[in-house]
């Protein structure tokens, strides 16, 4: 039976473009406009990475870090999720990057955009759960007499990740109506914040948010290395732009979603903008609540925590870290559902070791079980193994997740520079049905491929200048593992004859999961 509002017509469209790229309708469309909207929503969580990366402008730039910094970064982001939305409406399937890797380039670049994406999102996984695990022990950890060690992290990480991937496990209907509470629940929290905020303000200084002061050093309490006053607010603009990210999730449950070729883009593109709108109102008003500026960047990575022990009553704020930590909690289980879809994708065209198990779909549920704790098991161990590691003195988990956003933003950067290379071949010789035209998207072409540039510097700039070795370390290891044993054997995704000759395949694939309502 079709989603209210959808016909069998819709649904039938949906099926015949996705069969067009040579793949069956194995996964269920359940997801609204609104709910492939949620999923990248709940995934950018600004009640997360806003809150818990919070001491990158308090303890660098000071108030101008938020007033006019996270506007800057937000930007940033939102040139990519515009470009890649005239692109995800074209090639509207399940990990979405990948794909557009392939067709618009080659099977080398599409391999090599798999494995950005795969590993960003992987390791982005545990990141986002050990900020949740964070913000718990800050919260609630006195309360319940909680330690913050190493071993507590990793139960609380094995159990929520647990939960996360049995919820992704039981069917896209149970992770839909999550994520639509999630993305109703950012929006209300980040208001209840503002207004929490603002009733406690001594004053509202509006100076304040754009008041430039530098903090690096002792005087952030070490979050930046003393830098110049240019570089500490460059380095602020990461709070932003590691906040609003993976937005991708949109084009990765695409076959999931109903009128995909108009869905997808669209909602890529408004999480980026409300997630900045809403963002700015509760952070801005954060800023105007803070007792003094000078005292707030010396809390460092606490400065949250200890901004609301000082103006805030117990009940609210124990209500308001509630809200907080349902969101972030809500924030993982929608990761899991864009990783799982990328291992999912790119092992139904053969791109990983057991790719035949990855790619099976549960004819119960309708979704990738494998590929869903493939991802969330690995997002665990990445954890473990990197804290027990250090480089320099440095975690290796705090040098690989420096990593993590440059390598998701390279995945959004390479089919990008492939789309305006190959925008009018027959490699790309049609734009669906969200179509910007060809000047828009080279524009943000362009403002994408300099946002890149931007990105990458600073985000190699001590602390993390241990990324840039990494970096490059896994650009040398892709390339020896794609000349020595990938060129010969990884086909890509079907192009051409081959499309056609995997009909008999496609019908088998469908039936095996019981769609039949085409």
């Known amino acids: ?48 990475g806003g809150i818990n ?16 910094g996270w506007l800057v970064g937000c930007f940033v982001s939102l040139t990519f999720a515009v470009a890649m939305s005239q692109i995800s409406s074209a090639y509207p399937t399940a990990g979405g990057l990948y794909h557009w890797g392939s067709i618009l380039g080659n099977r080398g ?32 950890g006195p309360a319940l007499g909680i330690e913050g060690n190493l071993t507590n992290q990793m ?49 509202w200084d509006f100076s304040r948010l754009f008041t430039f002061h530098n903090y690096s050093g002792d005087a952030g309490a070490g979050v930046w290395p003393s830098v110049s006053n240019a570089w500490v607010f460059a380095l602020g603009l990461l709070l932003p732009i ?34 900045a709108v809403f ?13 003094n500026m000078d005292d707030a960047a010396k809390q460092g990575w606490n400065v949250f925590f200890w901004a609301f022990d000082q103006r805030v009553s117990p009940g609210i704020k124990e209500f308001v870290y509630l809200v907080v930590f349902v969101a972030q909690l809500l924030c993982g289980l ?13 092992s139904r065209d053969g791109g990983l070791p057991g790719s035949a198990a990855l790619a099976k779909v549960s004819p119960t549920y309708r979704t990738p079980v494998a590929a869903i704790w493939t991802a969330s098991i690995l997002s665990v161990l990445f954890v473990w193994g990197s804290t027990l590691v250090s480089v320099a003195g440095t975690s290796a988990y705090t040098i690989v997740v420096s990593c993590t956003v440059i390598f998701l933003f390279l995945s959004f950067t390479v089919p990008i520079v492939l789309g305006m290379l190959a925008w009018g071949t027959p490699k790309w010789d049609k734009m669906g049905p969200w179509n910007m035209g060809r000047a828009i998207f080279m524009l943000f072409g362009v403002l994408s491929i300099l946002s890149m540039i931007l990105i990458f510097v600073i985000g190699i700039q001590p602390p993390n200048d241990w990324a840039l070795y990494i970096t490059v370390g896994f650009f040398i290891l892709t390339a020896i593992v ?29 039936q095996a999961v019981g769609e039949t309502g085409h």
């Open 1 to 48: 039976m079709a989603a209210p509002g959808y016909t069998e017509v819709d649904k039938a469209e949906d099926v015949k473009h996705l069969h067009s790229m040579g793949y069956a309708q194995e996964l269920e469309r359940r997801l609204s406009r609104f709910s492939n909207f949620a999923v990248s929503f709940s995934i950018i969580c600004i009640l997360s």
């Open 53 to 68: 990366s919070l001491a990158q402008a308090t303890s660098g730039a000071g108030g101008i870090g938020i007033g006019i």
């Open 109 to 140: 670049t599409g391999w090599v955009t798999a494995w950005l994406n795969l590993l960003g999102l992987i390791t982005v996984l545990g990141a986002i759960n050990v900020g949740t695990w964070t913000f718990f022990v800050g919260a609630f």
């Open 155 to 203: 139960i609380f990480l094995i159990i929520i990740t647990g939960a996360q991937a049995l919820i992704n496990h039981l069917g896209i209907k149970l992770t839909a109506k999550l994520t639509d509470f999630s993305g109703y629940l950012i929006f209300l929290g980040s208001i209840l914040i503002a207004i929490v905020c603002l009733a406690a303000a001594e004053t």
């Open 242 to 275: 590691y906040t609003i990210t993976g937005y991708d999730a949109s084009a990765h449950t695409s076959e999931e979603t109903i009128k995909a070729a108009s869905s997808v883009p669209r909602a890529m593109v408004m999480s980026v903008i409300w997630s």
């Open 279 to 291: 963002g700015y109102l509760f952070l801005a008003a954060f800023i105007l609540m803070i007792p």
């Open 334 to 346: 929608a990761t899991v559902t864009s990783a799982s879809r990328m291992i999912f994708a790119f």
């Open 482 to 510: 794609w000349f020595a044993f990938e060129r010969n054997r990884f086909q890509g995704p079907p192009l051409g004859d081959i499309i056609a000759a995997r009909q008999a395949a496609i019908q088998a694939a469908e």
